[in-house]
């Protein structure tokens, strides 16, 4: 069974840091690319940074660029999100994603952890 478990969202100030969590389990997840998307009340679902399977090359939304960094550790199924100067704009419920390509294209999600940032 495909399990993508979120950790680490809560309250924070606006200018703190936080670290988000996905444990993953049920699918060879160093043959995943990971994503974390977020969404804001009111508005779409947005990819927020990515991590490639293979090379470890990232990307990130412009929004979040030199302010947040994604990293996985393949030895513990888990890809992370550090937060650091967060605003209030960076309020959303946080969603772990895995795409997996081994011989067909399988997607997974994880049920989303609240970050809220405010004073």
């Known amino acids: 069974q495909v399990q993508l478990v979120e950790s680490g969202g809560g309250l924070v100030q606006p200018g703190g840091s936080l670290r988000l969590s996905c444990a993953a389990s049920?699918?060879?997840?160093?043959?995943?690319?990971m994503r974390w998307y977020r969404q804001a009340p009111g508005k779409e679902r947005e990819l927020v940074a990515q991590i490639s399977s293979s090379s470890g090359t990232t990307t990130y939304a412009d929004s979040v660029k030199d302010r947040f960094t994604i990293s996985r550790d393949n030895a513990k199924n888990t890809v992370y999100l550090q937060m650091d100067s967060l605003k209030p704009e960076d309020t959303a419920v946080y969603f772990c994603?895995?795409?997996?390509?081994?011989?067909?294209?399988?997607?997974?999600w994880g049920q989303g952890t609240q970050v809220t940032v405010s004073s």
């Open positions: 049920g699918f060879t997840f160093s043959r995943a690319a």
């Open positions: 994603n895995a795409v997996v390509v081994i011989l067909n294209r399988r997607e997974y």
